[in-house]
């Protein structure tokens, strides 16, 4: 479990896609002990298990689910990745509760600049709509971010420059790919309602 507030990004340095399966060797200043192998950590939003570091190179193998979910089919040498650990009992929770299974991915509409923050518009399959709620909390590539507005296409969100300076969501484009996590309560809520 995360909370989406990112604090550390990454470079990825090599990326072996093989049948279906792919490793990811990435580059970052994020620290890690012998004992963090095997744990969770969310890189982009998807919740991948550490299998090795050796001082700033951490290796994650992704699985044909997760390549089909999330933006990693696209992913090439030099991408920037969202990196967070996973929660540890009794600290705190800036963002929201994520669990780093990925949704769906969704593409970029516009980006307009207020000042120094950005407004994003996304566009969203209509089949994902109920899990929209505005107001309500969305993760975008690993980030738990507040949707600020339903679009008949899809939503808008609002990065401040804080969020834009420690993530990779300030080298966003239009019709860039991101990953998508809805929040789990909206989602659970929508299972019992059937």
């Not at 792919?22 to 299998?51: P, R, W, Y």
């Not at 994003?120 to 971010?145: A, D, E, M, P, W």
């Amino acid at each position: 479990m995360f909370n989406g507030i990112i604090k550390n990004t990454g470079k990825i340095s090599k990326i072996y896609k093989r049948n279906n399966n792919c490793v990811m060797e990435i580059l970052s200043q994020m620290k890690f002990t012998k004992n963090e192998i095997g744990t969770s950590i969310s890189c982009s939003g998807a919740c991948l298990t550490l299998e090795k570091f050796n001082k700033n190179l951490v290796k994650f193998y992704v699985s044909k689910e997760t390549l089909h979910k999330t933006t990693f089919k696209l992913s090439k040498k030099g991408d920037i990745i969202n990196l967070e650990k996973s929660l540890k009992y009794g600290e705190r929770i800036s963002g929201h509760l994520v669990q780093g299974h990925v949704d769906t991915t969704c593409s970029i509409s516009k980006i307009y600049f207020v000042g120094k923050s950005w407004l994003i518009n996304f566009k969203l399959s209509n089949k994902f709509r109920k899990y929209l709620v505005q107001k309500g909390s969305i993760t975008i590539n690993g980030v738990s971010l507040t949707i600020v507005k339903i679009l008949k296409n899809g939503f808008q969100i609002a990065i401040i420059p804080q969020t834009l300076k420690l993530t990779n969501l300030i080298h966003l484009k239009v019709k860039d790919e991101v990953n998508v996590e809805f929040d789990i309560l909206g989602k659970y809520m929508k299972s019992l309602v059937k």
